[in-house]
């Protein structure tokens, strides 16, 4: 399987790059960036080609391509690669408008070529028992459920002394297509889509800029409250709350309160706690399932095998609505339909 990445935007594909050479059926193929310094550090940081442009890594016919650009970029890379045949991994959200999010499904539809939206939790270990839990009716009906997804405010992981590296549009509006609410709802939307193979219907949200105030001109904080169409409601604190010096980037966990007892997950638990006196403070190493490598295995798998991938384009657009949906909440003070 020949792979490459367009673009090292996002964060979240010095993870992925380095899950891909990891993979003895995997050739990477390179890497491209509009940002030809920070292609040029990762390239050298990872051994891997970099390739001039966007044109010029499709020129060499990848199977498959994962796109990790900014969320407001992800269109324009989606329609290339789709020209190019390949197979197209897209970073979430998929996209910042409705419009947007649906011209990537449809493009991939109408090219003929499988598109997967990177919502990496589905994979993880603690959330997969969660979800055999259920289907099982281990819980029976699941009545509510509260969840978190919180992290750090982007800037504070930026690298010092690497100006090209920093990846402050995480807070940019228009790129990222808000703050808070755009960059951590997305997983526990489709999280919980899957949990109770159900559609959310109704949205209720309120933001704020409680954390870091004045800093960046988007949301830092949010609640975000969910209504199914089976009656299951579920909350969803997505703020950017962690400190600087907290031992891990962020988490997300969550608890079910079900007819038949209560479950808890939390995806990030699987840590040792390190002291030591050249870290200054201490961190965490973690030591479990690899939530990323599992959702490009079955990225790998359903390309070779000309399958669906498990998460799907729609499942993008599905998210996509709901993080609007709480913008629009939030801006009005009034719930928001669906469907």
Not at 239 to 250: L, M, Q
Not at 304 to 317: C, Q
Request: proline share 4%; glycine share 10%.
């Amino acid at each position: 399987m020949r792979i490459g990445i367009l673009s090292f935007a996002h964060l979240h594909a010095e993870a992925y790059l380095g899950a891909l050479l990891a993979m003895p059926d995997v050739e990477v193929i390179g890497i491209a960036d509009e940002n030809v310094e920070r292609g040029r550090y990762f390239a050298g940081q990872f051994g891997v080609r970099q390739f001039e442009d966007y044109d010029g890594l499709l020129r060499e016919k990848p199977d498959a391509v994962v796109i990790t650009s900014e969320n407001a970029r992800h269109l324009p890379l989606v329609r290339m690669a789709a020209d190019a045949g390949a197979a197209i991994l897209c970073e979430k959200p998929l996209a910042t408008t409705l419009d947007d999010a649906r011209a990537i499904v449809n493009v991939c539809r109408a090219a003929g070529v499988p598109l997967m939206t990177a919502f990496p939790m589905r994979f993880s270990t603690p959330a997969v028992e969660i979800k055999k839990l259920i289907d099982g009716g281990g819980l029976g009906h699941v009545y509510g459920c509260n969840a978190t997804n919180q992290g750090a405010l982007p800037e504070f992981h930026q690298a010092e002394n690497l100006p090209f590296l920093k990846r402050d549009w995480f807070t940019d509006p228009l790129l990222a297509g808000g703050g808070a609410v755009a960059d951590h709802v997305v997983h526990l939307a489709d999280l919980l889509r899957w949990y109770f193979a159900n559609e959310i219907r109704e949205v209720y949200a309120v933001t704020n800029q409680i954390m870091h105030k004045g800093k960046v001109g988007v949301e830092t904080g949010g609640l975000i409250m969910l209504n199914f169409a089976n009656g299951t409601f579920a909350s969803i604190d997505c703020s950017w709350s962690k400190p600087a010096y907290y031992p891990t980037w962020g988490g997300l966990a969550l608890e079910l309160v079900a007819e038949k007892g209560l479950a808890t997950m939390d995806a990030f638990r699987q840590v040792m706690t390190v002291y030591s006196e050249r870290a200054g403070r201490p961190h965490y190493a973690y030591w479990g399932s690899d939530a990323n490598a599992g959702m490009l295995r079955d990225f790998i798998g359903a390309v070779s095998d000309k399958r669906a991938p498990a998460v799907s384009g729609e499942d993008g657009l599905r998210a996509v609505e709901v993080v609007l949906a709480a913008y629009e909440s939030a801006r009005t003070g009034q719930p928001v339909s669906l469907g």
